[in-house]
C-alpha cells in the first residue's frame, strides 16, 4: 500500500499518563503497519513519563512531522491537573478540530469535555472516576454503563483496558470485522 493512504494516529501525551490506556490501543495499531502510522506528541516535547516510570520520547505539537488523522488521548492522574490547563484545552481543541477521528480513554474523556469537544455528544470513561469526569462538563450525554461509545468522531472508552476493545471496535469499523478479530486472535486477546 502507498504511504500517502497510510494513516497517522498522534498521541498526545502528558506526565502521569495511563501506560495500558496508551500502549493497549498502540500496540493494535501498531501491528496494521501498512494502515497507521504512529506519532507520539507533547506540549513541550521530548521525554514525558508516565505514573509507572515509562519513560516516552516525544514531539512538539507544533513540530510534528505528520498531519494527525486519528487523535488518541489517553487517561491517567495528569489528567486532574490538565483540566485546569488552557493551554493544553486549547491545543487539544485544535488538534481535534484537525482530525478525522478522535479516541480516548479512559479519563481522557473528561479533557475532551472540559475543552468542550463533546459539548451535546454521547461519551463514557472510567467508572472509577466517574464522578470527577462528569463534574467536567455537563453538556455532556455521559453513558454510565457502556464499555465504548461512537457519537460522529469521537470514540470515547470506560477504563484502562477498554480502550483496547473500543481500538477493536475501531478498526472493525474501519476494515471490517475479520481483521479485527485476527489481530485479537493473533495477540491473544479476549474481545
Not at 72 to 82: D, E, F, H, K, W
Not at 97 to 121: E, I, P
Request: hydrophobic letters at 45%; glycine letters at 8%.
Amino acid at each position: 500500500m502507498k504511504t500517502t493512504n497510510i494513516r497517522t494516529i498522534t498521541a498526545l501525551v502528558f506526565e502521569d499518563y495511563e501506560t495500558l490506556d496508551l500502549f493497549g490501543p498502540i500496540e493494535m495499531f501498531g501491528r496494521l503497519k501498512t494502515l497507521y502510522r504512529i506519532q507520539f506528541a507533547s506540549l513541550r516535547g521530548g521525554i514525558i513519563n508516565n505514573q509507572h516510570g515509562v519513560a516516552l520520547h516525544t514531539m512538539k505539537v507544533d513540530e510534528l512531522p505528520w498531519h494527525t488523522d486519528i487523535l488518541l488521548i489517553v487517561g491517567g492522574q495528569g489528567t486532574r491537573q490538565l483540566v485546569h490547563m488552557p493551554a493544553f484545552l486549547t491545543t487539544l481543541q485544535q488538534l481535534s478540530q484537525q482530525t478525522k477521528w478522535v479516541l480516548s480513554v479512559c479519563t481522557g474523556s473528561a479533557l475532551l469535555a472540559k475543552a468542550g469537544l463533546l459539548d451535546g455528544k454521547r461519551a463514557t470513561s472510567n467508572k472509577r472516576a466517574w464522578v470527577w469526569v462528569i463534574s467536567q462538563s455537563d453538556q455532556v450525554k455521559w453513558i454510565p454503563e457502556a464499555r465504548w461509545v461512537i457519537d460522529g468522531k469521537f470514540y470515547t472508552s470506560s477504563g484502562v483496558s477498554a480502550g483496547m476493545d473500543m481500538t477493536l471496535g475501531f478498526i472493525a469499523d474501519q476494515h471490517g470485522s475479520a481483521m479485527a478479530l485476527q489481530l485479537a486472535k493473533d495477540i491473544e486477546y479476549h474481545w
